[in-house]
C-alpha cells in the first residue's frame, strides 16, 4: 500500500478533517493513478471518491476504541517544514492573485 498514507488512529489531538481528508485523496490517487492535474472526466469522480471515503474514515475513527500507544510517526500535515511549505504556497498564490486584480503583467 502506499507509505504516504499515515496512520490518523490515536493522534492527540485527534486527526483533523483536512488529515483525514489529505489521507483520502492519496489514497484514490494511488488505487487510481489519477493526479489533480487530470481532466474533469476523470478528476470528478475522483474528487466525489475522495470526499466519500474522507466521510467513511471519519465515521471509523469515531467507532474505533482508543489506542494504547500512539503512531510512530508524525502526519506530514503536522510536521513543521511541510506546515512551511503550505504557507509559502499559500502565500504565493493571493500574490498571484492580487496581481491579477491589480492587472500586473506577470508570467504563469
Known amino acids: 500500500m502506499c507509505r504516504n498514507i499515515t496512520t490518523l488512529r490515536g493522534l492527540e489531538p485527534p486527526a483533523s478533517d483536512e488529515e483525514i481528508r489529505a489521507a483520502a485523496e492519496q489514497f484514490v490517487r494511488k488505487v487510481t493513478g489519477v493526479q489533480r492535474s487530470a481532466t474533469a472526466a476523470t478528476r470528478e469522480p475522483c474528487?466525489?471518491?475522495?470526499?466519500?471515503?474522507?466521510?467513511?474514515?471519519?465515521?471509523?475513527?469515531?467507532?474505533?476504541?482508543?489506542?494504547?500507544?500512539?503512531?510512530?510517526?508524525?502526519?506530514?500535515?503536522?510536521?513543521?517544514?511541510?506546515?512551511?511549505?503550505?504557507?509559502?504556497?499559500?502565500?504565493?498564490?493571493?500574490?498571484?492573485?492580487?496581481?491579477?486584480?491589480?492587472?500586473?503583467?506577470?508570467?504563469?
Open 47 to 108: 474528487e466525489r471518491a475522495t470526499e466519500e471515503i474522507a466521510e467513511i474514515v471519519t465515521a471509523l475513527l469515531g467507532e474505533l476504541p482508543a489506542r494504547r500507544q500512539p503512531p510512530k510517526t508524525v502526519p506530514p500535515l503536522r510536521r513543521d517544514e511541510v506546515q512551511a511549505r503550505i504557507a509559502a504556497r499559500q502565500a504565493a498564490r493571493e500574490e498571484h492573485e492580487r496581481m491579477h486584480e491589480a492587472g500586473v503583467a506577470h508570467s504563469h
